[in-house]
C-alpha cells in the first residue's frame, strides 16, 4: 500500500505562488496514477490536477489551467504541483491520492490519500 504526506502548504498574498509537495512510500507508487484535490472550509472535495503513471498524460479543473502545473518523479517517489498566481478562492487543504483508474477525477473511486496541506491565499 501506498502512504502519501503532503508539505509546502502556507499563508501567500493573492497573485503568489506555492509549490506542493506530495511524498510516497510504500511499494507500487509507479503503478498509480496520482491526483490533487482541494476542500475549502464547507465544501465538497474538488479535483485539481491529476498525472498519469508515466507522466504522459496530465488532466487539470478548467480554473486552474496555466496557472498550475503537476509533476511527477517515480525515481522519488515524488509529485508536485507548481501554483502561481494564485486568487482566494484557491484556499483550501490540498490533498494527493493514488488511482488505477485512468482519467479519474472522482474522489470516491482514489484509493489512499494523505492528510492534507493548508493553502491560504489572502492579503
Known amino acids: 500500500q501506498v502512504r502519501l504526506v503532503e508539505s509546502g502548504g502556507g499563508l501567500v498574498p493573492p497573485g503568489g505562488s506555492l509549490t506542493l509537495s506530495c511524498a510516497a512510500s510504500?511499494?507500487?507508487?509507479?503503478?498509480?496514477?496520482i491526483g490533487w484535490f482541494r476542500r475549502a472550509s464547507g465544501k465538497e472535495s474538488e479535483f485539481v490536477a491529476s498525472i498519469s503513471w508515466s507522466s504522459g498524460t496530465t488532466d487539470y479543473l478548467e480554473s486552474v489551467k496555466g496557472r498550475f502545473t503537476i509533476s511527477r518523479d517515480n525515481a522519488k517517489n515524488m509529485v508536485w504541483l507548481q501554483m502561481r498566481s494564485l486568487k482566494p478562492e484557491n484556499t483550501a487543504v490540498y490533498h494527493c491520492?493514488?488511482?488505477?483508474?485512468?482519467?479519474?477525477?472522482?474522489?470516491?473511486?482514489?484509493?489512499?490519500w494523505g492528510p492534507g496541506t493548508q493553502v491560504t491565499v489572502s492579503s
Open positions: 491520492a493514488t488511482t488505477c483508474i485512468r482519467g479519474n477525477r472522482e474522489p470516491g473511486r482514489f484509493d489512499s
Open positions: 510504500g511499494r507500487g507508487f509507479s503503478n498509480y496514477a
